[in-house]
């Protein structure tokens, strides 16, 4: 600042020395033409650097807003009261270890004609996606217990969308499941799981045998093997479903607000970052174009006092000659 009103004292006193030396010179007739365009590349220079540091103003309130936006999610985390069963519940997800192992065993292999071979290929996909996501670390028990149903959910949902299995089969595994759900059973409680599977079990079975009597015919060798197919589907739809045994005494309503609070509190991280990256790309910018940067927040000044300057001086000149002609 005091370089500016030192520049601001010299050239004006320089002006009006030149104004009143100059007074007669046919160059005070012409200045207007350096005057106007130094005038306007001295304000398109302000204008610049006004804009560099607003925008970078801007850029850092608003990062600064979302993290204490961020900070005061982060401290409203739900308080979920359920008791921590994971090593329960690993036990009960493992057993849909058996249904890859038997997609492995059935794999490039002389038995793949076999109904449970039959039966089990296209359930490969979501079981494996399913034991990705509910063998994975988590931070706390009930972010692990929300992955594994919402997984859980995933796969079922697959299962049936695919025609992994066939909807006979897979359309009770889906209602039972949700009907197991709606009772809250205790994840301790195994007869009555146990009690949903068979019920599971005997509803499909009894499907089939609907469908059965009204298509196949009872000797055909075809609709034997379709059969021991079904039969195996329901195999080891009991299987997934006793994965899936610490979902059905989950607290769904308490696991629905966990959700809508991490997916708040992820769209918040990430709006964080993104405006982070952004302003340190404006950082970058700055830094790597240093001189253009200077030239652009401290030039400006100069060359409007310049502008200025010429101005007074042909002011000075005229108020000379003013001067000069009174009688």
């Not at 299962?159 to 759900?181: G, P, T």
Request: net charge positive; hydrophobic share 45%.
């Amino acid at each position: 600042m005091i370089y500016i009103i030192f520049f601001l004292i010299v050239v004006f006193s320089v002006a009006f020395f030149i104004g009143w030396l100059c007074r007669k010179s046919f160059f005070w007739n012409w200045v207007d033409l350096i005057y106007y365009p130094l005038a306007a590349v001295g304000i398109l220079l302000l204008f610049i650097s006004n804009d560099l540091q607003r925008e970078m103003f801007q850029v850092t309130q608003r990062a600064e807003a979302q993290n204490s936006l961020l900070l005061e999610l982060k401290a409203k985390r739900p308080n979920i009261q359920v008791m921590n069963t994971e090593d329960l519940m690993s036990t009960y997800v493992e057993h849909l270890a058996l249904v890859t192992r038997w997609v492995d065993m059935c794999r490039g292999n002389s038995i793949v004609v076999d109904p449970q071979c039959i039966a089990v290929q296209h359930l490969d996909k979501p079981t494996r996606k399913f034991l990705n996501i509910a063998r994975a670390r988590y931070d706390s028990f009930p972010a692990k217990l929300l992955a594994t149903c919402k997984a859980g959910d995933a796969m079922l949902a697959e299962i049936r969308e695919s025609n992994a299995i066939s909807s006979i089969v897979s359309d009770k595994l889906l209602s039972q499941y949700a009907h197991a759900v709606s009772l809250n059973i205790s994840i301790y409680d195994s007869d009555s799981i146990t009690a949903q599977i068979r019920e599971f079990n005997v509803g499909a079975t009894k499907n089939g045998d609907v469908v059965d009597e009204a298509v196949l015919q009872k000797t055909d060798a075809i609709s034997t093997i379709l059969k021991k197919i079904r039969i195996a589907e329901i195999g080891y739809g009991e299987i997934i479903f006793r994965a899936l045994s610490a979902c059905i005494s989950a607290p769904r309503k308490d696991l629905a607000s966990l959700e809508k609070w991490e997916t708040l509190t992820t769209s918040k991280v990430k709006e964080v970052t993104e405006l982070e990256e952004q302003r340190e790309r404006l950082k970058h910018s700055t830094t790597q174009h240093k001189t253009i940067l200077w030239t652009q927040l401290n030039i400006w000044p100069f060359v409007l006092l310049l502008a200025l300057g010429l101005k007074f001086a042909k002011g000075a000149a005229a108020l000379m000659n003013a001067r000069a002609k009174r009688p």
